[in-house]
C-alpha cells in the first residue's frame, strides 16, 4: 500500500476584518509550510507579525499569477510546502488561487483547503433570505457584459449575494433596481467582523437611495438580494 500523499499546497483563510478570526489550524499551517504565497505581502506580513511567525512570502496576486504560477509548481514538485493567502478571506474565492490549485491537481500535487473566514457567508445569514439555496455571483462585470449578466439573473430563484465597492455600490444597487425591480428586497453589508460593522436591509431603491445620499461609503462590501421564488412564496403567503 502506498502512503498518502504529502500536502505541498495549502490554502489558508485570514481573517476579514477582526484578527481573533483566524484559526488555531490556520496559525499552524502558516508557522509549519516553507514559503506563504501572499496576495499583498505587506498586509499579510502585518498578520504574520501579528501572529508572531516570520517566513519567506512571496507576492501571488491577479496580475503575476500567469507568470508565477510554472515557477511556484516547480518548486512545489521539488517538495517545499506553500500557503497561500490572500488579503482578507478565503483564497480562490473573488481572489487568486483557481489556477494554481487547477494545475497542482493536474500534476498530482496534494492540494488542501482549510475552512474560515468569508464575507459572504456572515452577510447571506443576516440578510434574513432563504439560505438553503443560494447563489455566490462575486463582482459583476465592470463594463462589458454587465448588463447581460443582469438580465439573465431576473428570474433568478435563489437568493443571489454579490460583493462590491464603495464606489460602485449606489450604481450596482440602482441596475439592480432597474432589472430585478424597485421593490426587490435586498440586504447590505459593510466593514463585517470590524468596529464599524453595519447590516442595511430594505428595497433595491430604498437601498440605492440610502447610500447615495451619504457623504463617504467606506469599506468591502456583500449585497445579498432575495430570489425570484422566495418572493412569489412570501405574495402567496400574504
Known amino acids: 500500500m ?23 489550524r490556520a496559525i499552524r499551517v502558516l508557522g509549519e509550510v516553507d514559503t506563504v504565497l501572499a496576495e499583498d505581502t505587506r498586509t499579510s506580513g502585518r498578520l504574520m507579525q501579528h501572529l508572531g511567525l516570520k517566513k519567506p512570502m512571496l507576492s501571488y496576486h491577479l496580475h503575476n499569477e500567469h507568470q508565477q504560477v510554472q515557477r511556484l509548481l516547480e518548486r512545489l514538485e521539488k517538495g517545499e510546502t506553500m ?22 491537481l493536474a500534476r498530482g500535487l496534494k492540494v488542501e483547503c482549510l475552512p474560515g473566514a ?20 462575486g463582482f459583476l462585470p465592470v463594463k462589458k457584459g454587465r448588463q447581460t449578466r443582469l438580465r439573465e439573473l431576473a428570474a433568478e430563484t435563489r437568493t443571489m449575494i454579490f460583493y462590491e ?74
Open 118 to 137: 468569508t464575507a459572504f457567508v456572515p452577510a447571506l445569514l443576516k440578510s434574513g433570505f432563504g439560505a438553503e439555496r443560494f447563489s455566490f455571483e
Open 165 to 238: 465597492s464603495p464606489h460602485r455600490i449606489v450604481k450596482t444597487l440602482e441596475q439592480l433596481g432597474e432589472v430585478l425591480g424597485p421593490d426587490r428586497q435586498a440586504s447590505v453589508s459593510r466593514e463585517l467582523t470590524k468596529l464599524f460593522e453595519e447590516t442595511v436591509n430594505g428595497s433595491l431603491a430604498e437601498l440605492a437611495a440610502s447610500f447615495a445620499a451619504r457623504a463617504s461609503i467606506k469599506g468591502e462590501i456583500v449585497v445579498v438580494v432575495q430570489g425570484q421564488k422566495d418572493l412569489k412564496e412570501e405574495r402567496r403567503a400574504d
Open 2 to 24: 502506498s502512503e498518502p500523499a504529502t500536502t505541498l499546497l495549502y490554502l489558508v483563510p485570514t481573517p476579514i476584518g477582526n484578527l481573533e478570526d483566524i484559526t488555531l
Open 83 to 104: 500557503a497561500l493567502v490572500s488579503d482578507a478571506g478565503t483564497p480562490g474565492i473573488s481572489d487568486p488561487g483557481f489556477l494554481l490549485v487547477r494545475e497542482c
